[in-house]
């Protein structure tokens, strides 16, 4: 249940996109999400995907009726988990800018305009990770205790 979705497939009900890189530190929070919630029963017309970085966006977003978004933000008490809407980014401070290129509300905006429209619902499950001061392989230990919580949000959002 890990491919990217290009032009000509059929939608699914809901895809779960787990953002970031194993093996840096926090970043790699969506994809532990994605890890727990492959250990569970779910829906068999919701999709998991793991994304290295924003860019990927532009080919995911499309094609499902609704789309969550597993990722690390910054602000407020590591290890809070938070449901945002895509428009919540801005009012959080968002980073306009990414080490990889694209950040995440400027892929969700550059999707809108060059795909097929957005999907029904799009909602960005958000874990509080601190600032990283120095690369680390592995989730900080509030990272970690977070992602049951996440998982179990993203499990609400997609109905299952």
Do not use: C, K, W, Y
């Not at 787990?18 to 919630?37: C, E, M, R, S």
């Not at 094609?63 to 809070?80: K, T």
């Not at 800018?97 to 809108?112: D, K, M, R, W, Y």
């Amino acid at each position: 249940m890990s491919a990217a979705r290009g032009g000509g497939e059929s939608r699914v009900r809901a895809r779960v996109i787990g953002l970031g890189q194993a093996a840096a530190g926090d970043d790699g929070i969506g994809l532990a999400v994605l890890d727990a919630l492959r250990t569970t029963a779910l829906p068999g017309d919701v999709e998991l995907v793991a994304a290295p970085d924003a860019s990927a966006l532009l080919d995911l977003l499309g094609g499902a009726d609704a789309v969550v978004l597993v990722d690390a933000v910054l602000g407020g008490s590591p290890g809070d988990v938070l449901d945002l809407a895509p428009e919540d980014l801005a009012q959080r401070g968002a980073p306009t800018f990414s080490t990889h290129g694209l950040s995440v509300p400027q892929a969700i905006e550059l999707a809108q305009v060059l795909g097929d429209g957005p999907p029904v619902a799009l909602r960005i499950v958000g874990v509080v990770v601190e600032r990283p001061n120095a690369p680390r392989v592995g989730l900080s230990p509030a990272a970690a205790a977070a992602v049951p919580a996440a998982a179990a949000r993203v499990r609400a959002l997609v109905g299952a």
